[in-house]
Each structure stands twice: as structure tokens, then as C-alpha cells.
């Protein structure tokens, strides 16, 4: 085989790979800019028992056991949007076989955001954004646990 056809067939080849890469970086990136995220707005509350979030949470998950209630006290410098914290968590939970979820929003005057779990009427920590998710699998099972002794 020539030179020339072997350079002809390198060039084709180079071209058919940064073809290639180019529609595998736009297709993957207007899939991922195509996805929305779940809006907060209609999940925020206000009501005179203090606190707001973490009573209502608490309410609906005695009402709801096999069922999750987050509330989220939004903090004044937040380094995620409500949205971002309702899509992210509401996908943890999905993966992890838990749909039944409610969330509660309120904003708060704290500067960081601050997350409680609430299962069957208790109370599962204060977590910030950096390890939030880490929780969800072992707050997912709980709620899942269909036991009458946990009811």
C-alpha cells in the first residue's frame, strides 16, 4: 500500500473519531441541558408553629409512615438552589425505592441550608449539604421498613 493511501485512510480515520466526539459532546450535552429540575416553589410554608418545616415534616410523616418528610430551612447564603436540593434528593430517594416523599421549604436566617428527615412522626438529624446524601440510603430503608413494630 502506498504512503498516500495510508495517509488518505489516516486522515478519514481522524476525521470519522473528531466526528464522532463532537456528536457524543453535543447530543451528551443537550441531554444533560434538556434535564429540569423539580421546582420548590409551590413546597414553601409558613405557619405560627416554630419551627415551620420540621413540625410539618414531622405531621405528615406520622400521617405517611412508609413515607419520608424533608424539610428544608433555606439558609440566607445557600450554595444550591431550592430546586437543585428538591431534584438531587428526590432522585437519592427514587434509586433507592423510596418515592413516597414530601418536601417542606421555609426560608431561614441561618446562613447555611439545613436538612432534617422526618419517619413516622421522628426526627432524623440536621444535615447540611455536604453530607446529606450520604443519609439517604440508611433514612430510605428505614421508612421502607414495613415491620409492625416500627409503625
Known amino acids: 500500500m502506498s504512503q498516500c493511501k495510508v495517509l488518505e485512510n489516516n486522515v478519514f480515520f481522524s476525521y470519522l473519531v473528531f466526528l464522532c466526539f463532537v456528536v457524543v459532546v453535543f447530543v451528551g450535552g443537550t441531554a444533560h441541558a434538556q434535564e429540569t ?3 420548590a416553589k409551590e413546597d414553601y410554608i409558613t405557619c405560627w408553629k416554630q419551627p415551620c418545616v420540621m413540625v410539618a415534616g414531622s405531621e405528615w410523616s406520622e400521617k405517611n409512615p412508609n413515607g419520608v418528610g ?10 444550591v438552589t431550592d430546586d437543585q436540593i428538591k431534584t438531587v434528593l ?3 430517594f427514587a434509586v433507592h425505592g423510596m418515592a413516597n416523599i414530601k418536601f417542606f421549604f421555609e426560608q431561614n436566617d441561618a446562613p447555611a441550608t439545613g436538612i432534617t428527615f422526618h419517619i413516622r412522626g421522628g426526627t432524623e438529624g440536621l444535615f447540611m449539604i455536604d453530607n446529606v446524601r450520604e443519609q439517604i440510603p440508611a433514612i430510605a430503608k428505614r421508612a ?3 415491620n ?3 409503625q
Open 148 to 150: 409492625p413494630l416500627f
Open 70 to 79: 424533608i424539610a428544608v430551612a433555606m439558609g440566607t447564603q445557600p450554595v
Open 90 to 92: 428526590t432522585r437519592d
Open 37 to 39: 429540575l423539580l421546582s
Open 144 to 146: 421502607a421498613n414495613t
